[in-house]
Nanobody
């Protein structure tokens, strides 16, 4: 059974940083593209970024230059380092695995975590 468990969310002031973790069981993170998404109240789920099997990384335009995705194969965990946070980054952040098509489309992902709340105060 595949499980993805996000952690590391919380409340931070604008300009601050957080690092989210996505610990996987039942799948090996280095063998799947692993994506991060976020969803704010009343908005659609938004692509944050993805790390491919070859460790190539792609980011959404709204986070490019501020967020970094990495992977620790030994811990079977994917990370999302978020710097220079803004109030508009406030959302529930999800990790996901195994997209069947476009990695930017949340509908194509097979496995999802339950999410972790990130709140950025102004």
């Amino acid at each position: 059974q595949v499980q993805l468990v996000e952690s590391g969310g919380g409340l931070v002031q604008a300009g601050g940083s957080l690092r989210l973790s996505c610990a996987a069981s039942g799948l090996i993170v280095r063998t799947f593209p692993m994506g991060w998404f976020r969803q704010a109240p009343g908005k659609e789920r938004e692509f944050v970024g993805v790390i491919g099997m070859n460790e190539g990384v792609y980011y959404g335009d709204s986070v490019k230059g501020r967020f970094t995705i990495s992977r620790d194969n030994a811990k079977n965990t994917v990370f999302l380092q978020m710097n220079s946070l803004k109030p508009e980054d406030t959302a529930v952040y999800y990790c996901a695995a195994d997209p069947s098509d476009s990695y930017r489309d949340p509908e194509t992902y097979t496995y999802w975590g339950r999410g972790t709340q990130v709140t950025v105060s102004s």
